[in-house]
């Protein structure tokens, strides 16, 4: 499980960028930063007018350091472990913080949770339901984020790479028609354009096996997923996910963190600037067959209750 | 020098392959540039220059995919259930191998459903890669060429940053991959490879002392010969070489989906249990 501990790293680790929201600056005994210290921060920014591709279209490329949190996106009140202290929601709207469940989806949710058998790290395999879909390599929309990638602007297309488990998107901009609704993707099906200077990409298509954070926040597979990305700083993107999902919620909702760009390369170490292979599902086959003997069962979305 | 039945028929493009040093009108040099062989098109083919980006680099963007049989055999193979027969990919057809090798090579093949990799859904290697059948996008940038694989969401970036290779050895399943381009080629040099992975579904396989060179040319707006060097003197005698050719994807609305092949493996062992 990786956690605010190594966010706190990889956002450390951006020598160079500019002097705002570094969680490793943060007063001892607050929260960690999360949507709500984001947007004060952001809002001190003075304006910004992002450069310019030879396309015309913002220029949002670079490598861009994951920041929310793996762990429970909602709140996470006390210290758990090393890898989890107490960190503020990432959820920005509704203003508490808090996932706007329908009632059949909180207790779903609540079920995941405890089936994690986190409380006393259960070995007992009666206590377990499901493990967090991520330990099995894979990601989705809008998880993905939390990591780092790399963005890289085409004429017609958006690319997002990321360094872990070699997860990418690539965004055509042309608003080409969706495959049918029935075809279910991990990472969904994305379809970008520019509002002024920022990046819009619309998600569908989505297969609902992914879970926002690994304590058993998820969305269903009907959501539809609105990112915003805009460069609000030379070396920070302001990045927004906004849900609609009313299966599973009362209303949309939206989640946002910061990403900071990562350092460019240096005399030191030339390689720094460069992606070197994350095989993830390579070296988890061992972990995989544990998860299973431990009684955990496969991550299938829930049925949403007919109305 | 690579002989194909179309190298034979194109005169004019093999004179391009020399390059004439006059001193002066009774004294020249004739010096075969053995590299350009690579570039040759295949027969009734026209010399083709690809566009250009803004940066000055041949635009090979786009979405490639072969349309070969070399996934199931990279050499000639007859047709089995489910095993389409195919002409192969092998310069020459031969694979050399060394004897202990070769006797490996048979055993892989005889146990693949347990011993190929791709039986655990694990990255493919490269050239396996290329040939599986699914589209491929490239994306370039000034300092790196991506490829974006549909294949098990694979991504090779491929550097052309100065830097070589990282000292070794390194055991990656993709290996490490240096670009440059020679006119409108683009060589791709790539180490570092582990013993892990196969090319072919026919237990065709390499140690960790594989040196693999790609030559990405484009013939056509549609075309780019895909010419590869292999080197591994723990299995192979000498060097050999395959040639194929990759097909420009321009279906309507195509894009590049999704093939996420341990994640449909591992629900299918979960779900089953």
Request: charged share 25%; glycine share 6%; with cysteine.
């Amino acid at each position: 499980m990786i956690g605010a501990a190594s966010l706190m790293l990889a956002l450390t680790s951006a020598a160079g960028a500019q002097a705002i929201f570094n969680p490793k600056d943060w007063p001892e005994g607050k929260l960690g930063p999360g949507a709500k210290a984001w947007s004060v921060e952001r809002d001190k920014l003075p304006p910004f007018t992002p450069p310019r591709t030879q396309d015309g279209q913002p220029d949002l490329q670079g490598r861009w350091g994951g920041t929310w949190s793996g762990d429970d996106i909602e709140l996470i009140p006390e210290f758990l472990d090393v890898t989890t202290p107490p960190w503020e929601s990432w959820v920005a709207d509704p203003a508490d913080g808090k996932l706007p469940y329908k009632d059949w989806a909180l207790a779903e949710r609540n079920a995941h949770r405890e089936g994690l058998g986190r409380e006393v790290w259960s070995t007992d395999p009666s206590k377990h339901l499901y493990y967090d879909p991520q330990a099995f390599c894979m990601k989705s929309v809008p998880r993905y984020s939390q990591r780092g990638y790399e963005l890289v602007q085409t004429k017609d297309t958006v690319i997002m790479m990321l360094n872990w488990g070699h997860i990418y998107r690539v965004i055509p901009l042309d608003n080409r028609p969706r495959p049918a609704g029935d075809v279910r993707l991990w990472m969904g099906t994305a379809r970008g354009h520019f509002e002024g200077d920022t990046l819009v990409i619309e998600t569908t298509n989505l297969n609902g096996k992914m879970w926002l954070d690994s304590a058993g926040n998820f969305i269903g597979p009907n959501a539809k997923v609105t990112e915003r990305i805009r460069l609000v700083a030379p070396n920070f993107l302001d990045y927004s996910a906004t849900i609609d999902d009313p299966e599973t919620f009362t209303r949309p909702f939206t989640l946002r963190a910061p990403q900071r760009r990562q350092r460019a390369a240096d005399a030191k170490d030339p390689y720094a600037a460069e992606s070197w292979e994350h095989a993830c599902h390579e070296g988890n086959r061992e972990h995989e067959q544990q998860i299973l003997q431990l009684g955990f069962k496969w991550y299938l979305p829930p049925a949403a209750p007919a109305k | 020098m690579m002989t194909t039945p179309a190298s034979r028929h194109r005169g004019t493009e093999a004179q391009r392959n020399f390059l004439y040093l006059c001193v002066s009108a009774s004294l020249c040099l004739v010096i075969v540039l053995p590299a350009a062989a690579h570039a040759q098109a295949p027969a009734n083919m026209p010399p083709y220059t690809p566009p250009k980006l803004a940066n000055g680099q041949p635009d090979i963007q786009g979405i490639w995919q072969v349309l070969d049989t070399a996934a199931w055999d990279l050499q000639d193979h007859g047709a089995t259930l489910g095993v389409p027969a195919g002409r192969g990919v092998v310069v020459g057809n031969e694979i050399p191998y060394k004897p202990e090798a070769l006797a490996k090579k048979k055993e892989n093949a005889a146990q693949r459903a347990t011993l190929d990799p791709e039986s655990k859904c694990y990255l493919s290697g490269v050239p396996r890669i290329t040939f599986m059948p699914f589209p491929f996008q490239i994306v370039q940038q000034n300092d790196k060429v991506n490829v974006l694989y549909e294949y098990n969401h694979t991504i090779r970036q491929i550097y052309m940053n100065g830097n070589p290779h990282p000292e070794g050895h390194i055991d990656w399943w993709m290996g490490d991959s240096r670009g440059h381009w020679e006119g409108n080629t683009l060589v791709v040099d790539s180490v570092d490879f582990g013993e892990e992975t196969w090319f072919d579904r026919a237990g065709n396989y390499h140690s960790d002392e594989l040196h693999v060179v790609e030559r990405y040319t484009p013939i056509s707006p549609y075309h780019m010969r895909y010419d590869v060097t292999i080197e591994d003197p723990k299995v192979f005698t000498r060097p050999w070489s395959l040639s194929a050719i990759l097909y420009r994807r321009i279906d309507a609305n195509v894009e590049l989906l999704e093939y996420e092949c341990y994640a449909y493996q591992l629900e299918d062992q979960f779900t089953k249990k």
